[in-house]
């Protein structure tokens, strides 16, 4: 179990589903985001449920790895879910959502094509709050040690005697 999310103990799934909207790849209800296939969930305790999808949905669009599942860029974002964090997650989301509604013509969550949604990010790609959830990002996502399989990597070497003689060379695709 991921660290930074926590489980939805004692649910069923057609209980976790009972009254929750389903928005795209989320599920959303009185105090949480879940997966839509009810896969994995988090409680809020700062944010609206649905600005936190959008800020899933925006880690997504930012850093995009088809074989990386939501949890993880929902694991990601995670500490903006604070008391201290997320009045300025918030006023960024609703920034994004009113940007996307002048051009696209919906909410930034509502938008079908990851195309057009990164056409809003890229119109505010020198926005102090895009900046810091980018840039939160690189760590948020990629210090996860359950997505570097995914990647290849194995990890730090220095504790095994460094890579010269733990597969430096191994590498097809170089050369």
Partial sequence: MNTHTKPLRGMTRRQLLTGATAMGAFVIGSGYVAGSNAAWATEMQAMSPEGFATLVQMARDIYPHDRVADEYYAA??????????AEMAEQGIAALNARAMEMKGDDYLNIGWERDRVDVLRSMEDDAFFQTVRGGLVTGLYNQKA???IFGYEGESYSQGGYINRGFDDITWVG
């Fill in 76 to 85: 990601a974002v995670k500490g903006y879910d604070t008391q201290d964090k």
């Fill in 147 to 149: 997505i570097w399989p």
